[in-house]
């Protein structure tokens, strides 16, 4: 079992930044790949990056590429997703997830262990 604890989450204006972490326990770290998805009220959960489990890969979705980046610290069980240039549309619940074994997965499937959540919302 992994267990998986998003933070750092809150309002900010349009055009600014937020961090979110996930802090993992359980199995190994470093054994898994990484995800970040959120979902916004009325809309699926959507894929935005995923990290390898050694952290030299990485891949974005379309919608965050440039905006967005997704990073990791072993030595500390966690990963982290910078926000840059937020937009009220960036708005929604944002989630890590861990997959274990498994290289930059994008479908949500593919993730064994989900975090609770944590809200970000962008204001206008």
């Known amino acids: 079992q992994v267990q998986l604890v998003e933070s750092g989450g809150g309002l900010v204006q349009a055009g600014g930044s937020l961090r979110v972490e996930c802090a993992a326990s359980?199995?190994?770290?470093?054994?898994?790949?990484m995800g970040w998805f959120r979902q916004a009220p009325g809309k699926e959960r959507e894929f935005l990056a995923a990290?390898?489990?050694?952290?030299?890969?990485?891949y974005s979705s379309n919608s965050v590429k440039g905006r967005f980046t997704i990073s990791r610290d072993n030595t500390k069980n966690t990963v982290y997703l910078q926000m840059n240039s937020l937009r009220p549309e960036d708005t929604a619940v944002y989630y890590c997830?861990?997959?274990?074994?498994?290289?930059?997965?994008?479908?949500?499937?593919?993730?064994?262990?989900w975090g609770q959540g944590t809200q970000v919302t962008v204001s206008s």
């Open positions: 990290i390898s489990w050694s952290g030299s890969n990485v």
């Open positions: 997830a861990a997959a274990p074994g498994k290289v930059l997965p994008t479908a949500q499937w593919a993730y064994d262990y």
């Open positions: 359980g199995h190994t770290f470093r054994n898994y790949a």
